[in-house]
């Protein structure tokens, strides 16, 4: 937590809001950093945050949440979140936890 937290700081001035009481490598944190990235044109440093970190978890994390029953919300997310990692990054099927 404490490194992805000095990588917002240190890639784009990205502090967290003192009200906000999750810890910084929460899944909210990271995609709202790599949104910032994008929308500062640094698209290399959102590309190279998403691969080298974000893809780490995230594919598992979002293979469960397509699974969960309690929310078709939430799995049209997941579907509409890994969809733009593949397109986005070049993930290939492969890497992906098998669903």
Request: glycine share 2%; proline share 2%; charged share 30%.
């Amino acid at each position: 937590a404490r490194a992805v937290e000095k990588t917002y700081r240190d890639e784009a001035g990205f502090e967290l809001d003192p009200k906000f009481h999750d810890l910084p490598d929460h899944v909210a944190c990271e995609l709202e950093f790599a949104g910032r990235l994008y929308r500062k044109e640094k698209v290399d440093a959102a590309v190279h945050f998403i691969k080298n970190h974000l893809a780490q978890w995230i594919f598992h994390f979002l293979s469960n949440l397509k699974k969960q029953k309690r929310s078709i919300f939430y799995q049209k997310v997941a579907m509409s979140l890994t969809n733009f990692l593949e397109r986005e990054c070049c993930f290939e099927a492969v890497s992906h936890i098998s669903e």
